[in-house]
């Protein structure tokens, strides 16, 4: 459906007039980098240009005092001193002639970037803008901030489009504590923030950046920091500041530009991936030029480069989630988690082969070599003709060669009869591509009495064709091939209806969860962290006999385990499978959004234990999962 880009080259006008150490960093270069990036990686011409337009002044009214945009308004007839004296009334504030202007186009171009995405023109979008918008508040400006442009934006998506749950999210590393004053009683706003905060003492110096802070009256919960899965947000709208990236002079944060790629991905699962992203701060302009592509590459469905760099969360962080979690645990059923801390697994048995120091070939690739040419292939034995597809994904014809396939299927039994052959054949030939980089995702099919032996078959080959470090996730009746090596280089997860158990670190089952709030919890409680600490650069998900799973579930799973391996994710259904999973599954994997969850319920408690239990076993090992401490509350 289509990425917006929403930018208007009069948005370079602003700049400092005089000196000020503070300020100067907001300068127009940063709108030019990012835009001559987005040019220089093809990434400009795949979107649909608009151009902004100037916010009215109702429309500014809609979150700002008469008065100050009055005062705004006037500034464009001051002399040079008389900007310099006003700006001293505010904190980091320069206005200059322009300021006006451009701040109405800022604030004008999130407007046209919601109603872009609210009229189904597009899917998603980004708006470059300047000012940025998050630090400025009802009567005041503050922190290069003139008019809230997300706030706005959000305030006219429920006025002028009747909607009644909106996400903000703000990964900009200050605050915008300009967000959180205007919808702090407001529950159909959830406004959530991370930012740097060093106990009061970065920038803006506020008590309430905490996670204490956690919205008043109707709004109580719906500040700050928690996870997503009751709210259900019809739109997101991110506060998207890049100033949390590496090598920023103001956050000098570690953020690589890949991480605002996963971040982007993950929030495209929500809202039926309506998301739009207005920039906020960020003053490093190769770091910023850098995220920008990310962010605007994710939009357009492209998958995110795998994340570098070791995956053990580091202690102050894992206690700024706690408190946020135990702050809006009164407020939210979904983090109302108690149970008992399960005995960890005894140490010893196999070990992961070095995620961060081992690099992987086909890991690399994505770095060195040019996107795959195909994004997705279709590799079905029986091609269905009611199987609508998108024009970018292709059905694949070719199989691999007689001879090489038959050698492969020898120890397989189910694997002799003829069509379970041809369907072997077939996946080989699509694993082979992506393997070698020509593919980057892909459905095959097997006849569900051969889905075992084929899967077997597929993790050998990818074991033995380049793959350092392979995630299966098998739902339904699929064993782990009991002679596969525990080298440490294949992580195992079932989900089927059995209950949960970690043999090893690398093989985990765990029963599949009844109901949608279950199902979640289960991703993003342990599939998500195991993935993300083991870093495979092969996934596979297998659909197996008996596998219970409804196909917006799977489809779920499958935009969430894109997040990994560079998005080289094989799925493989059983033949029989409806034509709206291959279907659906195909889309997702090329990129487009879910379809909406819907308002889940929350986890049963028997799904909960499951989770517990195998989250308190396996978090000595896999260190991503301390991200979701156990509650007592
Ligand atoms: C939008 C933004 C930062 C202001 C920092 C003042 N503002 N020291 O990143
Ligand atoms: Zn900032």
Same mark, same amino acid.
């Given at each position: 459906? %289509? ?9 370079? /006008? ?18 030019? !980098? ?6 220089? *990686? ?19 009214? @809609?979150?700002? =005092? ?7 308004? &006037? ?21 200059? $002639? ?17 109603? /872009? ?20 508040? *009802?009567?005041? /400006?503050?922190?290069?901030? #003139? ?14 489009? %009747? ?15 300009g967000i959180q004053y205007l919808f702090e009683d407001d529950p159909s706003i959830l406004y959530f923030s991370w930012h740097r905060y060093e106990h009061g ?11 204490? !802070? ?22 997101? @709208? ?35 991936? *309506?998301?739009?992203?207005?920039? &906020?701060?960020?003053?490093? @302009? ?36 706690? =408190? ?25 048995? $196999? ?45 694949? &014809? ?110 985990? =089952? ?25 870093? $495979?650069? @092969? #996934? ?18 499958? !935009? ?9 994710? +094989?799925?493989?259904?059983? &033949? ?8 659906? +599954? ?48």
């Open positions: 459906m %289509g990425t917006a880009l929403v930018y208007h080259e009069d948005m370079t /006008a602003t700049r400092l007039l005089w000196d000020d150490p503070e300020c100067e960093i907001e300068r127009p270069e940063r709108l030019t !980098a990012a835009l001559d990036r987005l040019r220089q *990686r093809g990434l400009e011409q795949r979107c649909l240009l608009l151009s902004a337009r100037e916010a009215s002044e109702e429309e500014l009214g @809609l979150v700002h =005092s008469p008065e100050y945009v009055s005062l705004v308004r &006037e500034t464009q007839v001051l002399g040079k001193e008389e900007l310099q004296a006003l700006s001293g009334q505010f904190d980091a504030i320069c206005f200059h $002639p322009s300021t006006f202007h451009c701040a109405r186009l800022a604030a004008g171009a999130g407007l046209q970037l919601v109603d /872009a995405v609210l009229t189904g023109a597009v899917q998603n979008g980004l708006a470059l803008v300047r000012p940025p918008g998050h630090h400025s508040q *009802r009567a005041a /400006a503050n922190g290069f901030c #003139v008019f809230n442009n997300v706030a706005i934006a959000a305030a006219h998506a429920k006025q002028k489009h %009747g909607l009644h749950r909106i996400l903000v999210v703000d990964w900009d590393v200050h605050h915008g504590q003492r970065f920038w803006p110096f506020l008590r309430e950046s905490d996670a204490d !802070a956690v919205g008043r009256g109707q709004g109580l919960g719906f500040t700050v920091n928690l996870p997503w899965n009751q709210f259900d947000p019809e739109l997101v @709208l991110v506060s998207a500041g890049f100033d949390s990236a590496i090598g920023d002079p103001e956050g000098q944060m570690q953020a690589t530009p890949e991480c605002f790629a996963h971040l982007t991905q993950l929030l495209q699962v929500l809202a039926g991936g *309506r998301v739009c992203a207005v920039l &906020e701060g960020g003053y490093h @302009l190769e770091s910023l030029a850098e995220s920008v592509c990310m962010t605007v590459q994710t939009l357009l469905g492209d998958p995110a480069p795998p994340l570098s760099g070791s995956m053990v969360p580091c202690q102050s962080a894992l206690e700024s989630i706690q =408190s946020a979690r135990a702050a809006q645990a009164p407020h939210w059923k979904s983090l109302q988690l108690q149970e008992e801390r399960p005995p960890p697994l005894l140490p010893g048995g $196999p070990v992961c082969k070095g995620a961060a120091s081992a690099p992987s070939s086909l890991l690399d690739q994505p770095c060195l070599c040019p996107a795959p040419s195909v994004r997705t292939a279709v590799a079905l034995t029986a091609p269905d003709i009611t199987l609508v597809l998108p024009p970018d994904v292709i059905q694949q &014809e070719g199989s691999a060669l007689r001879e090489e396939t038959e050698a492969w299927a020898r120890p397989h039994e189910s694997l002799a009869r003829e069509e379970a052959l041809a369907a072997l054949g077939k996946l080989l030939y699509l694993l082979d591509g992506m393997l070698d980089g020509q593919v980057n995702s892909g459905i095959a099919a097997t006849p569900a009495s051969a889905a075992a032996a084929t899967l077997d078959v597929a993790i050998r080959r990818g074991l033995s064709h380049g793959a350092q470090r392979l995630l299966c996730v098998a739902l339904g009746q699929l064993d782990r091939p009991p002679d596969l090596a525990h080298d440490g280089r294949s992580l195992w997860l079932n989900i089927r209806g059995k209950e949960a158990a970690a043999l090893s670190m690398f093989h985990v =089952s765990t029963p599949l969860p009844a109901m949608t709030g279950g199902f979640l919890s289960c991703i993003l409680g342990l599939v998500l962290p195991l993935a993300y600490s083991f870093q $495979p650069d @092969l #996934v596979l998900v297998a659909l197996g006999p008996g596998h219970g799973l409804q196909g917006r579930h799977a489809a779920l799973l499958a !935009a969430m385990l894109r997040g990994l391996a560079g998005g080289r994710v +094989l799925a493989l259904l059983e &033949e029989d499978s409806t034509p709206q999973l291959a279907g659906i +599954l195909a889309r997702v994997l090329n990129g487009e959004a879910p379809p909406s969850l819907g308002a889940s319920s929350v986890a049963s408690p028997e799904d909960v234990r499951a989770l517990m239990y195998l989250r308190g076993q396996l978090e000595p090992q896999w260190k991503m999962l301390q991200c979701h401490p156990h509650l007592v509350a």
